[in-house]
């Protein structure tokens, strides 16, 4: 016969063993994401053999495994959907989601879009550049430049601090500013600007149709960004002469956009993924430069037979001439001013204390290994 404590019992005995079953469960099930699983379509500026493309899928790579498959990016190269100097338009008008590119591709739709990566050269390299984009007050003026002034429905991050740009190759070696004259020379953004004031005709061309044109003689000689990229393209079977170092784009960055609707439209956890997943990218992408990009170079000289030269001190001198006059025609516009005045402000504190503070970095390594440097 069963009384009623003893029913009472049997049943907080049950009640008991739920729970902790409830609880253990909830320990070993920690919160999960329930948001909606999303692709997007990220396509970039850069040929499928690009260095570029590589690491535009270290940032995509990162994406896919933080978000655990609940946010996944789908990469695209060069030309997919759009022109690779066009996926400014294909993000703002929701044709691609994301690209991976760079500023300068469309300063032809606002010139101060290449003051967030090939402007005048104050003294900062990249990695101070991109200091000032995150904490002197640079993603601040780019999102005003996008949201009040252009009205674009994009937003955008920066990564990578990319070294110092050649000034590329040349048929012939490059002894002086006399060398340069009247050549026809690609590069892109003020850069294009600087090159004219210097005297030279400017070709603004896609990194994958640069060796076609020198083959054809539409241009005498070029620049794109790095050793890697150059080799890749084939610029020594067009040149021989490869002369390294310049102020035409002395710092530069890659932009990883997406269209402002949709990212907006995402769960605040996949925004703060495609946020943060830019920024361990920019890391990932610098390491990887500073060694595939010095490789590239040693196989250049030994392999390739490529002349590499220290760009002449008077070509250093005649830019930085050619942008005194391009930075007083700039600042005519209020906004640009604006933006160099922020830029300048931020290299004159941060720079004065990098360069006052830094070992001589020169004379140790010229101490280990005597006449390496040309220069």
Not at 102 to 110: A, D, L, N, P, S
């Amino acid at each position: 016969m069963t009384t009623s404590k003893t029913r009472n019992t049997t049943t907080r005995r049950k009640f008991l063993a739920g729970a902790a079953m409830t609880g253990a469960a909830a320990v070993a099930m920690p919160q999960i994401s329930r948001a909606q699983t999303t692709t997007l379509k990220l396509q970039t500026s850069w040929p499928a053999s690009d260095i570029f493309t590589e690491m535009a899928q270290q940032y995509v790579e990162r994406v896919n495994s933080i978000a655990g498959g609940r946010l996944k990016i789908d990469l695209l190269h060069a030309g997919a959907v759009v022109h690779p100097f066009q996926v400014l338009d294909g993000v703002h008008g929701g044709q691609i989601d994301m690209a991976h590119t760079v500023t300068v591709y469309w300063y032809g739709k606002h010139k101060a879009a290449s003051l967030f990566g090939t402007g005048p050269v104050f003294g900062f390299n990249a990695n101070e550049g991109l200091g000032w984009i995150h904490n002197g007050g640079g993603k601040e003026l780019f999102e005003e430049l996008q949201t009040q002034i252009m009205k674009l429905n994009v937003k955008s991050f920066f990564v990578m601090p990319m070294p110092t740009q050649p000034l590329g190759w040349f048929k012939k070696p490059v002894k002086s500013m006399a060398d340069m004259k009247g050549l026809k020379y690609r590069t892109v953004g003020l850069a294009a600007d600087l090159m004219q004031a210097m005297g030279l005709a400017v070709a603004q061309l896609p990194g994958g149709e640069i060796v076609p044109a020198m083959q054809r003689g539409v241009i005498d000689a070029f620049e794109f960004n790095n050793p890697t990229s150059d080799r890749r393209f084939g610029s020594a079977d067009v040149a021989k002469n490869y002369m390294l170092g310049s102020h035409h784009q002395a710092t530069e960055y890659f932009e990883i956009m997406i269209n402002r609707a949709k990212f907006n439209g995402l769960p605040k956890e996949h925004q703060a993924i495609i946020q943060y997943a830019a920024e361990a990218a920019s890391s990932a992408n610098e390491w990887k430069g500073m060694d595939q990009y010095s490789k590239d170079l040693q196989e250049l000289i030994s392999k390739d037979k490529v002349n590499v030269l220290r760009t002449p001190q008077d070509v250093f001198d005649a830019e930085i001439k050619a942008w005194d006059g391009l930075i007083a025609t700039l600042s005519k516009d209020p906004f640009m001013k604006k933006v160099m005045d922020s830029q300048k402000a931020w290299v004159k504190r941060v720079v004065f204390y990098n360069m006052m503070n830094a070992t001589d970095y020169k004379g140790a390594f010229n101490h280990h290994f005597p006449g390496v440097l040309q220069m």
